[in-house]
């Protein structure tokens, strides 16, 4: 009698745990056949996110590239405008104005010699 117990017991719980599958999977299937909209919805949405991210970062790298071509600019002039600012301090130095003559108009002093290079004295070289 034991045996015949155990074997309706097996049996019963067999039979328990197959309806458990088939229900989830009805259940499973009854979602997607009648929510297969809901389903459609959620990949568009989230194809458009993905487009959308994927805007938003290159959007990111060229700002961030605009960024650094800034800063190196505005280190530049601020290079030219320290230059500038020492031209307009030193306006009354003499030294500074012979300096600024000579680099700027090519004006050399008395008892200098001026040195031209011409471009076939340089492809020589």
């Given at each position: 009698?034991?045996?015949?117990?155990?074997?309706?017991?097996?049996?019963?719980?067999?039979?328990?745990?197959?309806?458990?599958?088939?229900?989830?999977?009805?259940?499973?299937?009854?979602?997607?056949?009648?929510?297969?909209w809901v389903v459609l919805f959620?990949?568009?949405?989230?194809?458009?996110?993905?487009?959308?991210?994927?805007?938003?970062?290159?959007?990111?790298?060229?700002?961030?590239?605009?960024?650094?071509?800034?800063?190196?600019?505005?280190?530049?002039?601020?290079?030219?405008?320290?230059d500038l600012l020492i031209q307009?301090?030193?306006?009354?130095?003499?030294?500074?104005?012979?300096?600024?003559?000579?680099?700027?108009?090519?004006?050399?002093?008395?008892?200098?010699?001026?040195?031209?290079?011409?471009?076939?004295?340089?492809?020589?070289?």
């Amino acid at each position: 009698m034991a045996i015949y117990d155990i074997m309706i017991n097996n049996r019963q719980h067999y039979h328990h745990s197959t309806n458990r599958i088939s229900l989830t999977t009805r259940i499973i299937e009854e979602f997607v056949l009648r929510s297969w909209w809901v389903v459609l919805f959620f990949l568009i949405c989230y194809a458009c996110y993905d487009k959308t991210m994927q805007q938003q970062d290159n959007a990111i790298i060229k700002l961030d590239k605009k960024i650094v071509e800034l800063k190196i600019d505005k280190l530049y002039l601020e290079g030219v405008r320290n230059d500038l600012l020492i031209q307009i301090n030193s306006q009354s130095d003499y030294a500074w104005i012979e300096l600024t003559l000579m680099k700027g108009l090519g004006v050399v002093p008395e008892g200098q010699t001026k040195v031209y290079f011409t471009k076939q004295d340089t492809e020589n070289l």
